[in-house]
């Protein structure tokens, strides 16, 4: 199965989910973006390895890593394997020197451990084609927004059409128009929690 490289794009508090943060993977070679909600704790030890800081006492994570290293253990890559229910896996693959096995994870450990060992991190279409948000449409959903809204202030300019200044929350009463141009406006102000809430009623509309 082909892997698609992932790199790190953003971290971000939950809006939503108090201590919560989203954890925001891109396609390196493509143009979709994986939000992925993760923990307090595992978002903190991402951060503290993206910024480069020593904590004073190591975090479970950097255990992993030294007793990995300890018993001559390599992690060779992380791969974010599969999305079931809208719960995102994922295996660490590593190496004693002679033989390669897998490690089940959550995506924020594995990630996290990853980092630490400076590795590659990857993903399958499947997952991608499930819950990447792809920012070309979403970029083209915007600027047919603006056109509309261009038109309408050609008929009457003393009455321009209202723009909503922050995406809804998608429910059962809102159009599939609508709710493309309520992704391209979350995914704008890089709101992608709200854009994956967007992305996953989409995905119900049209199933």
Known sequence: MKKIPLEILGLSSSQSQSGSFALILGEKHGNRRLPII??????????????????????????????????????????????????????????DGATTFEIDARPSDAIAIGLRFGVPIYTVESVLSEAGIILSDLDEAGEDEDDDDTDEDDDDDSSPAPRPSEPREPSGQVSLDELTKMLAQAVEKEDYEKAAKIRDELDKRNS
């Open 38 to 95: 993760i923990g307090m704790f595992e978002a903190q030890s991402i951060a503290i390895q993206i910024e480069k800081i020593s904590p004073n006492r190591p975090l479970t994570h950097d255990l992993f890593k030294a007793f990995a290293e300890h018993v001559h253990v390599t992690i060779i890559e992380v791969v974010i394997s599969d999305l079931k229910e809208g719960v995102f896996y994922s295996r660490i693959v590593c190496s």
